[in-house]
């Protein structure tokens, strides 16, 4: 009897402490909330890093919707400096969502004027403006044509920019901070063109060949020793192996062939001739998982992220198939990348380690 009154009495004391979270949810749940967002604020993200060279990625996809993979963006970090890599849809909510800013971003810089390579551009232009009182717009760097990508979307945003001045007044939102400074430069057609450099840091453009789409660039950041190269769009180019040489992560777009032929085998039973047609030309101006392995291979890198992830892996498993025999082709670590995967290459050090910020 004393243990069924035990059990009685201790199932009635946690029925009413349920009872009790669950009467008190909405102020419990408020009172995190608050706790979170201070802390969201309040937060230092290059604070918890090593000195070195780190990699996030905004976005891994395409022009493919993706659960999983939003628009081209890569987040590089050199120290306490944050760069990006083109500005597809969702930069601004994946590098939140990733602990970052907007409003913390040094330059901007674009492979090339494909739109889910600068579709993002508008909103980030904005949040970058509004979410630090920025006085001065952010240096955007690419290649020629820059200037009408640049000017059209500031002329876009014009009448939202006057919205948020009359509204929050000049000293909260300084008329002069929104936009991007064009810094745009001619590819060279052999070797590389430096557009940064200090003791510490270099950034590094150089002609990829994506056609009809010209011009085209890649980029290679190195950072006291350590090192990225960023392939932009391309077919597999010895001119990013050459750049590639030795570099510790090589982030390199990926298309694969049998699974976007799947595509264009669907469309056609679905009586779509112009599907069909965009799936079979898109396999003629990108690299395949394989062509990356062996880039990878015979340039000695330290380790391959594969991102630009065409088309998308909506199902378990089908990383396998989109990787092909990469695996076997590059012996190091390759990783098929998603959003929210990061990369951190600590100075005076050989360590690659990849993570997951969400």
Known sequence: ???????????????????????????????????????????????????????????????????????PCTLVIAGQRQFIFDLGSGTVRNLGKMGFSAGQIDAVFITHFHSDHIDGMGEFLLQRWVSASNQNPVPVYGPTGLETVVQGIIQAYKLDQ???????????????????????????????????????????????????IHPAVGYRINYKGRSLLISGDTVKSAVVQAQARDVDLLLHEALSIPLTKLLEKAADKAGKAHLKKIFNDITNY?????????????????????????????????????????????????????????????????????????
């Open 286 to 358: 990108h690299t395949t998982p394989e062509q990356a392995a062996e880039i990878a291979r015979d340039a000695k890198v330290g380790a391959l992220l594969l991102n630009h992830i065409a088309p998308p892996l909506p199902l378990p498993g089908m990383e396998a198939a989109f990787l092909g025999d990469a695996g076997n082709i590059y012996q190091g670590k390759i990783r098929v990348g998603v959003d929210g995967d990061f990369v951190s290459m600590p100075v005076n050090s050989k360590q690659i380690v990849f993570s997951k910020r969400f």
């Open 1 to 71: 009897m004393k243990s069924q009154r035990f059990f009685i009495i201790t199932l009635a004391i946690l029925l009413l402490l349920v009872l009790g979270l669950y009467l008190l949810r909405t102020p419990i749940s408020l009172a995190i909330a608050e706790r979170m967002i201070a802390q969201r604020l309040s937060a230092n993200p290059l604070a918890e890093l090593p000195d070195g060279l780190h990699v996030g990625v905004c976005g891994a996809g395409s022009p493919f919707p993706d659960d999983k993979r939003s628009g």
């Open 162 to 212: 006057g919205y948020r001045v009359a509204h929050h007044g000049e000293a909260t939102m300084p008329p002069g901070g929104f936009g991007g400074v064009v810094k745009s430069f001619t590819p060279l057609a052999q070797g590389s063109l430096t557009l940064l450099k200090d003791a510490d840091l270099e950034i590094a453009a150089f002609t990829v060949e994506h056609g009809p």
